[in-house]
């Protein structure tokens, strides 16, 4: 497995989970993108650093067959405190394959010894076992509860933060 940067062959791949309505929950996106859009945001990902846009995406691929099977992002990244949230995204043809969790590991690396990133962090709602179980497997401790931090369905949500400090 690898992280590689956001290419355009990626294009119908990030249209397809930019706009599955099942994970606008979890990005907080309440509408959808076009075409367009995305093939734009991936010409300026191609050019632009982490210290500009404040965010990096990064695709997953799977070296022996060079599928990307999903993408992890860094955002909300503030050079000046060392910090950067995390995201992760495996399509759903991949998922329980134990992808994230290497992809996870691998971006970790990345970021503290390349990036110099000292401190990691994800909100996750409580209702999403399986990524509490991947940020506790690959070493997040779990440091708070954001109270009604989200609001789906009429409804108000917690969400747990993890973080990583290097």
């Known amino acids: 497995m690898r992280l590689r940067a956001v290419e355009y062959k990626d294009v119908d791949l990030i249209f397809k989970w930019e706009n599955d309505e099942s994970m606008w929950a979890i990005t907080e996106t309440q509408r959808p993108f076009s075409h367009a859009t995305i093939k734009n945001y991936v010409e300026i990902a191609q050019n632009e650093d982490i210290y500009t846009a404040k965010q990096l ?4 691929e799977i070296n022996e067959n060079e599928v990307a099977v999903g993408c ?39 970021a503290f010894n390349v990036l110099n990133i000292h401190n990691l962090y994800a909100f996750v709602p409580q209702d999403n076992i399986a990524s509490k179980r991947l940020f506790e497997k690959a070493g997040f401790n779990h440091t708070a509860v954001l ?17 990583y400090l290097q």
Do not use: H, S, T
Not at 75 to 102: S, T
Not at 147 to 163: A, E, L, P, T
């Open 57 to 60: 995406r990064l695709m997953i």
């Open 147 to 163: 109270q009604n931090w989200f609001f789906r369905n009429n409804k108000y949500k917690d969400v747990n933060v993890y973080q």
């Open 72 to 110: 992890v992002d860094l955002y909300d990244f503030e050079p000046q405190n060392f910090k950067a949230c995390v995201g992760i995204l495996i399509d759903r043809d991949f998922q329980r394959k134990g992808y994230a969790f290497q992809a996870l590991n691998i971006l970790r690396n990345y």
